[in-house]
C-alpha cells in the first residue's frame, strides 16, 4: 500500500506541477493581450496635429530669433526636430511622411544660424526652412497649405523678447 501511495504522491506533484504551469502560461497570455489591447487603444495624433504643432514651433521660431532670444530659438527648431522625428514614427500610413528628410538640410541651416547669433544668417535660414516647407507641400500634393513669414505672434501670452520682465 505505501508503494501505492508514493506513486499516487508523484502523480498528484506532477499533475499539480503541470497545472501551475498552465496556469503561468495563462496569466501570461492575458498580460499580453492586455499590452496589445493597450497599444492599439493608445492616442497618436494625426498628420495634421503634428504638422500644426509644427506650424506653432515655426512661428514662435521667428520670433525668437528677430529678438535675439537665442536660447528660445534653439528650443524651438530641437521642438521641430523632435515632432518630425514623432511624425515619422508614429504615422506611418501616409505617403507624404516620405518626403520629411527634405526638411533636414534646411533644420540643419537653422540650427547653424542660431549658433552663430547672427541675424542676418538667422533670417536666410529661416527664409530656406519656409521655402522647404512649401516645397515639400508642393511635392505631396499640398500646395494649398503655403507657409508665410509670420505678421503677428502666434501666441500672446509668451514674451519673446529677451531682459523685460526678467
Known amino acids: 500500500m505505501k508503494r501505492y501511495q508514493v506513486i499516487g504522491l508523484i502523480a498528484g506533484l506532477i499533475f499539480w506541477a503541470a497545472c501551475l504551469g498552465n496556469d503561468q502560461q495563462t496569466q501570461t497570455k492575458v ?4 499590452i496589445d489591447s493597450l497599444e492599439q487603444d493608445a492616442y ?3 498628420f495634421g496635429e503634428f ?4 506650424q506653432l514651433h515655426h512661428a514662435k521660431l521667428w520670433f525668437a530669433g528677430n529678438n535675439e532670444n537665442w536660447a528660445l530659438a534653439k528650443y524651438e527648431i530641437d521642438e521641430m526636430k523632435e515632432t518630425f522625428d514623432d511624425l515619422e514614427k508614429y504615422v506611418t500610413d501616409r505617403p507624404e511622411v516620405k ?3 527634405m526638411i533636414s538640410p534646411a533644420l540643419d541651416s537653422m540650427e547653424q544660424a ?3 547669433q547672427k541675424q542676418g544668417r538667422f533670417q536666410s ?3 530656406l526652412l519656409t521655402n522647404t516647407c512649401n516645397n515639400c507641400h508642393r511635392a505631396t500634393d499640398h500646395a494649398f497649405n503655403v507657409i508665410t513669414m509670420p505678421s503677428a505672434p502666434p501666441v500672446t501670452d509668451q514674451q519673446f523678447k529677451l531682459g523685460q520682465n526678467r
Open 44 to 46: 497618436v495624433p494625426g
Open 114 to 116: 542660431i549658433a552663430s
Open 99 to 101: 518626403q520629411i528628410p
Open 31 to 34: 498580460l499580453q493581450d492586455r
Open 125 to 127: 535660414a529661416y527664409l
Open 51 to 54: 504638422m500644426n504643432t509644427i
